[in-house]
């Protein structure tokens, strides 16, 4: 496939995910100073499910795709997973749970269908439905946590230190984006169904946004 026909098809998944803006109550309710204490308990230990499963499904990528640029990619983010892990830690730290009480909390189905289809994904898909994905969605997926790092510092009063976790999703590495876009041009030209990848990517989109509606569940 021609770069501009790889350029065509992630502007196309970009343009699919933006679609009617949904919002986000749970970032919006965070930001008024309307969310119950509790459920920065319960975004955390979902949280700790989902980065957990997200690094396993990098690895298996990684495992299953080892040649570059495929295996860079995958590579490099099943270690910025590992990285978001740690910090997020220092999030639960700031709430007083360790990771015991992380990994005891009951997850919400609906919170962890989002890694769980990812899952899936790195089982059954191709290099290039993961690395499209990536790229439709880093954007929109940086913002949301962009806003939660914000609103925990100006309306909780969190540390600089206790939302490193949310910092370090809010803004991809154009080299990530750039190694994705290689990863995507390989991909389809060895034959990769570019119509599958772009189902990937919004199956992406709508879970993330499914993780967070399912935060604000039984807020009236």
């Not at 749970?26 to 700790?48: K, N, V």
């Not at 189905?109 to 990812?118: D, G, H, I, R, S």
């Not at 389809?188 to 919004?202: M, S, Y």
């Amino acid at each position: 496939m021609y770069d501009e026909d790889v350029t065509d098809l992630i502007a196309s998944a970009r343009e699919q995910v933006a679609g009617p803006v949904a919002g986000n109550r749970f970032l919006d309710l965070l930001e008024a100073g309307l969310l119950p204490e509790e459920r920065l308990g319960t975004l955390a230990g979902e949280l700790y499910r989902l980065v957990r499963s997200d690094l396993r499904s990098c690895a298996l990528l990684a495992s299953r795709f080892p040649s570059p640029p495929a295996g860079g990619l995958f590579l490099s983010m099943a270690q910025g997973e590992g990285e978001a892990l740690r910090l997020l830690l220092d999030f639960a730290a700031a709430l007083g749970m360790d990771e015991k009480r992380l990994a005891a909390h009951e997850p919400s189905p609906l919170a962890q269908a989002y890694p769980a289809y990812l899952t899936q994904t790195a089982l059954h898909g191709t290099q290039s439905d993961m690395a499209l994905a990536l790229l439709a969605n880093a954007g929109e997926s940086g913002r949301h946590y962009a806003r939660a790092a914000d609103a925990l510092r100006s309306r909780c009063g969190f540390s600089d230190v206790s939302v490193g976790h949310f910092l370090y999703f809010a803004d991809t590495p154009q080299e990530l984006l750039d190694q994705a876009a290689a990863v995507l041009r390989e991909g389809l030209a060895r034959g990769d169904d570019p119509t599958e990848a772009l189902r990937t990517a919004r199956m992406v989109h709508g879970y993330e946004a499914l993780f967070w509606s399912s935060l604000t569940e039984g807020i009236d």
